[in-house]
């Protein structure tokens, strides 16, 4: 498999006006893509798939850069022309034997000789160069030579795909590269679906299933943070930061605009449920309220079902009193965990050196040492390692982890 000869449709300062792929299956192609778009779009939330038609024919036995995407590109053009990418299966070989390559933002995938190289359907396939190509459009500048089950693996040995698709993940180094990328809303969207269809496809897929009519299992999409783009330029997470900072704003109105938005924050977990907000109780007043025994296993069995939020816009850090009260509303009420959310800061707490504790942050630290209960201290720096990763599960995690280094 070739790196990738398409342009990326993202490059600085710009800005996407749609985000829309489609799927076109060449006349003699056999695989059935209808049920894998709806596949695609019960697990994506930023990318739309759509089915092509006509299929379009590429011209002789074999398939040849850039001549045969000129002539695909003439025939898909009236039902593309709006899409981020467009896909063509065809079983039709390349001349140089690879998977795919392209121009602009159109890819012709070649499924030839697919079942000397693996025994999973073409379906899963079909999954696999989607997220390939969607790794491409985030980072092109990187493939790895040797086959290592990484998204980002060249594959020049193409009995690879298999170790590929089971594996269905991102190595260790790529890992590490990815959060340095800068990438604008759009593009973090299409980074949290591409982990979305790598969890699916994996588990489908170690275990010899066609993706096409394996069931999404809430466990598998449980670890994911759905951030839909309800807007065609800017997120609705980034739109609700925006309004957070407005100058002049009335304490009360910035204490509202806060609440907003760690609901709906917090409300992207999957399983997550508000029970309640601004809730009044004889000794204290709550921001929000979650029932949290339907989300991940991971936070549940450490956090409890039900946990406070704390939400504080002010502009002086969070003291070692508001942690008190905080704490004991907790623990008056048997809550095993809160969430601490200021967003100007916490006295004594800084996120980059969250081992050296003093201050308010001693008094969380104190508290889980003396009673086990967890109380999350969360920043305007925070929201920035979430949007960037994608996953807010694995950032409460993270946090959660931090106890027991403290």
Partial sequence: MPKSTRKSPTRPGEVFTSVAITLFNERDEPTNIGPVVSVLNQICHTIDFHVGSPSPTVPGPMVHWPDSHRAVAKQVRAQSA???????????????????????????????????????????????????????????????????????????????????????????????????????????????????????????????????TYPLSDSAMQSRVDIKLPSPNVSKLEVLRRQLGIAGSASSEKGRMFEDFCAFFFGSIRGWREIARDVRLEDCEVDLVYD???????????????IYVECRNRTEKAGASDISHFIQNLTSRNLKAGMFFSYSGIAGYDPGNWQKASAAYRRIIDEYKQRGTFVLPMVAADIDVVMNRGDLVEHLRELLNRFSMV
């Fill in 292 to 306: 949290i025994s339907d989300g991940p296993s991971l936070l549940t069995s450490r956090m409890g079902h039900n």
């Fill in 82 to 212: 709006t899409d981020v990418l467009t896909v063509v299966f065809t079983s039709k070989p390349y001349d140089n034997n690879f998977f795919f390559e392209g121009t602009e933002s159109l890819s012709i995938v070649s499924f030839y000789a697919w079942e000397s190289l693996t025994n999973l359907p073409r379906t899963n396939g079909v999954v696999y160069f989607v997220a390939d190509l969607l790794a491409l459009m985030l980072s092109d500048s990187f493939r790895h030579e040797d086959t290592t089950g990484c998204i980002f693996d060249f594959l020049w040995d193409k009995t690879g795909i298999d170790t590929g698709m089971r594996f269905a993940g991102v190595c260790q180094s790529c890992l590490r590269r990815l959060p340095q990328l800068k990438l604008d809303a759009q593009q973090r969207g299409i980074l949290s679906d591409l982990k979305a269809l790598l969890d699916a496809l994996g588990l489908a897929s170690k275990w010899g299933n066609d993706i096409a």
